[in-house]
Each structure stands twice: as C-alpha cells, then as structure tokens.
C-alpha cells in the first residue's frame, strides 16, 4: 500500500478487508493540492474552505446553520493504511500509528472540528480544516462539546 517503511517503521501484513460500505457526501475544497502544503493541523481561523455536499444529501443540513462549531469526517484517500510505526518528523523516536493523528492509518478516517461561517444551499463555509482540495466527505456533526449555538 504504501510501498516502503522509513527507518524505524514497521508495515503491516496483507491482505486487509475491504467489508465497509460508505457513501460520500460531498467534496472539500481547500488550498492545498499536495500532502506537503497541507497544515499538520487546522486552525479555526485558517483561511476559508468550502463543504461541497452532492445535491441528494442537501436537506439532511437543514438546521445546521444554529451551530458555530461543527465536525467533519473525511477520507484521506491518498494516506498510507499499512504503517503500524510510523517516525513523524517532529518527534524524536517512532510512535504507533493508534498514538498519533497521522493520516496514515488502517482507516484513512480524519475529523476535523471547524468553524462554521455560513451555509449557502448545500455549500456551507468553514474555517479549519488541514485536508488535500476536493478529499471524500464521509459525514457531518453538529459540534457536541460546546453548545456554540448561533442566534
């Protein structure tokens, strides 16, 4: 899957089950169209991105307008899903994959907790995301730690 393991990482062995079924929602739209341009992570007052939800799934948002805060799920089609260690840069020894929020998981699944700017139809407006342009919406969730009510 991934090829091959840095020094100090150690793959998984295949082969892997594909037994999940999901169903895209939508497309992301961010500025950055290589893994090394995106940020480690995003910040809630990152540039604005756009949540592209495909027409079949727009009245699943009504009432999400309310929330300030809201979570993205997302597939990382592009990360490895074979690293069991992986030697991030910026710490000074391997780590388990379980032990860091690197894309590079069995289940390339990331989540991103956003700022909500505004919905337009079925593009909603949002600030902090850390994802390649155009990476698979998978779901969306109205933020449940803080009670970040609009109006």
């Known amino acids: 899957m991934s090829g091959a393991a840095r020094p100090g990482e150690t793959l998984a062995e295949g082969p892997f089950a594909r037994d999940a079924w999901l169903t895209f929602i939508g497309r992301l739209r961010t500025p950055w169209t290589t893994r090394g341009d995106c940020p480690r992570q995003g910040s809630l007052d990152g540039p604005e ?8 799934w ?5 009432g999400l307008e309310r929330f300030g ?3 993205l799920l ?9 690293l069991l ?3 991030p840069a910026h710490l000074p020894e391997p780590r388990g994959t379980f032990a860091l929020r ?3 998981r069995p289940n390339p699944i990331a989540t991103s907790r956003v700022r909500l700017v505004g919905v337009a139809g079925r593009v909603l407006t949002v600030r902090g995301l850390d994802c390649l342009d155009g990476t698979a919406l998978l779901d969306i969730k109205p933020d449940r ?4 009510r609009k109006g």
């Open 145 to 148: 730690c803080a009670f970040s």
């Open 85 to 87: 260690t992986q030697c």
């Open 58 to 62: 727009q009245p699943a948002l009504e």
């Open 49 to 56: 991105c756009r949540v592209e939800v495909f027409p079949r």
């Open 74 to 82: 997302y597939w990382m089609d592009q990360a490895s899903r074979d």
């Open 69 to 71: 805060e809201i979570e």
């Open 102 to 104: 690197s894309p590079a």
